[in-house]
């Protein structure tokens, strides 16, 4: 039977430009994803896609989030997605949230580890993305002072090279110029902040 999801007075957890991400109502660790304006070649049907196309290659799922379908909602189709908490139940915060901090011990210690584990993997499982942002990197807590960074946003391919959907080989390639793109912005973003510079250091002699 087909049923509806009332979010109405579900709280967003956050905004973005394209989408709201709400609690599920029913389900603590999980979220829904609704598209400000819903359309068939939306942001997230793309996402959705490539998701679907990782899980059937047995990909890993606890760096980039775990889809687990759609459902009905009262605010228009919802994608449901597992929500990133970290082991004290509290909802990751972001990696730009933690770079912001003027305070160097703000910034979780081994943030620049996780995302090292996070380049690897995109570049080992061909994890394509549009556009690599810190906003839409969660770092996890999963046990004290100890993390990991996941991708909670932007899988998908936005540029017109659809080999690199299929092709390991070719996603590496347009995937190492985004991470450069990416450390670049970082730099742009946060150059005064001399942690964040050795942290980009980091991640680019790392790979
Ligand atoms: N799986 C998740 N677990 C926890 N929080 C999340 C999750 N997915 C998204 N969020 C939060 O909700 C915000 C908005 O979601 P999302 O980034 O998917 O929207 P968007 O409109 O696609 O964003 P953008 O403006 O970057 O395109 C995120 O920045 C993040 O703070
Ligand atoms: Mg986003």
Redesign the pocket.
């Known amino acids: 039977m087909e049923y509806i999801l009332f979010l109405h007075d579900a709280e967003?957890?956050?905004?973005?430009?394209?989408?709201?991400?709400y609690h599920h109502p029913l389900d603590p660790d999980k979220?829904i994803?609704v598209d400000?304006i819903p359309n068939k070649m939306s942001?997230?049907i793309k996402e959705v896609r490539l998701l679907k196309r990782f899980y059937s290659r047995g990909v890993s799922f606890d760096l980039i989030?775990r889809y687990y379908g759609q459902v009905k909602t009262d605010k228009g189709p919802g994608y449901i997605?597992?929500?990133?908490?970290d082991y004290d139940g509290r909802?990751?915060r972001?990696v730009q949230y933690y770079l912001e901090k003027k305070n160097e011990t703000a910034i979780p210690e081994d943030l620049s580890q996780g995302l090292i584990e996070l380049k690897r993997f995109m570049l080992s499982e061909g994890i394509i993305v549009g556009m690599l942002?810190d906003?839409?990197m969660?770092y996890q807590y999963i046990a004290s002072g100890k993390g990991r960074v996941?991708l909670?946003?932007?899988v998908g391919n936005h540029q017109f090279l659809p080999v690199a959907n299929f092709f390991k080989s070719a996603a590496r390639r347009v995937l190492k110029r985004k991470w450069k793109t990416f450390e670049c912005q970082l730099l742009s973003d946060y150059g005064h902040n001399e942690h964040v510079v050795r942290i980009v250091e980091n991640i680019r002699g790392a790979c």
């Open positions: 967003p957890i956050g905004e973005g430009g394209w989408r709201v991400c979220c994803k400000r942001v997230t989030t997605f597992r929500l990133v908490r909802i990751s972001s942002e906003h839409n969660l996941v909670v946003d932007g």
